[in-house]
């Protein structure tokens, strides 16, 4: 958390300003503060404040879960992992407690990156694919066919809620709409990738896709302190719904642990198949 949905929505406010103060698109970063060292991945402090001065945000993108922001001569990543956020803001506002980095702005602006568990990184990086070379492909990516994805399943033997989670297979799935899709295909969490059929495949890959869809729709889903202002978590079909009746066949939903990862799914709707 956030996920894709979440980090898109983070990605449109910013670029087209849907704050009170406007697009981040064409603002120069004046100056930058590391109130926390460690939330810089690369390169070093030093190389990283002389570098960020003066350059101006000419493009704000996504790859996966990465926040992407190309600059005149560099490109800013930032990946907000479990608790991470994004402020836009007046300079003259409080500094918060877990605020981590602080880009100043023109204009008597600044962006924040607040961060309470400390796990998200930010890369200022001259070629970005040094950083986001080995994601996998986009879940709305054209080349990701029902074909494409069946045979990648085909050439895996792992269990395909940890595969979906893997984002060197397919970048921005995490857990909540990895449990959402595989519910509404109809798929076992701890189905083998390669048991799983053609046509169950395709379901997956337009499952994937639709509650991707849902979830930008309603800017991400809210389930605690670390992402606001979504409303995907009122759609749950599985997620967090451990113990209440299936909304399809009123099976309890369950929980289970996968790869580490709390994993909910309906055992009727999704029943594994051992061949």
Not at 179 to 190: G, S, T, V
Request: glycine share 6%.
């Amino acid at each position: 958390m956030p996920e894709l949905p979440e980090v898109e929505t983070i990605v449109r406010n910013l670029r087209e300003g849907v704050s009170p103060y406007g697009s981040l698109l064409h603002r120069k970063i004046l100056n930058s503060r590391l109130l926390w060292a460690k939330s810089l991945a690369a390169p070093s402090p030093s190389d990283y404040l002389d570098r960020i001065q003066n350059q101006t945000v000419l493009q704000i993108g996504r790859r996966g879960k990465f926040l992407i922001f190309g600059l005149e001569k560099d490109t800013l990543l930032i990946h907000l992992r479990m608790s991470g956020d994004i402020r836009l803001e007046e300079d003259a506002t409080d500094i918060l407690p877990h605020d981590r980095v602080i880009l100043y702005l023109d204009s008597n602006l600044r962006l924040v990156f607040n961060d309470a568990r400390k796990f998200g990184r930010i890369w200022l990086a001259a070629d970005p694919e040094e950083v986001i070379g080995n994601l996998g492909l986009e879940p709305f990516d054209q080349y990701l066919t029902e074909n494409t994805l069946f045979e990648r399943l085909q050439l895996r033997k792992t269990k395909i809620k940890t595969l979906l989670l893997d984002q060197t297979f397919l970048a921005g799935l995490g857990n909540i709409y990895t449990d959402e899709a595989l519910f509404r295909a109809r798929i076992h969490p701890a189905q083998p990738s390669n048991t799983i059929a053609f046509d169950r495949a395709a379901d997956l890959l337009t499952s994937i896709r639709e509650v991707l869809t849902e979830g930008i729709r309603n800017n991400g889903a809210s389930i605690d302190w670390a992402y606001r202002g979504g409303n995907y978590q009122k759609k749950f079909k599985v997620y967090r719904r451990t113990g209440l009746p299936c909304l399809s066949c009123q099976t309890n939903i369950q929980r289970i642990l996968i790869g580490q990862r709390g994993t909910h799914f309906c055992p009727n709707c999704q029943r594994l198949i051992l061949k």
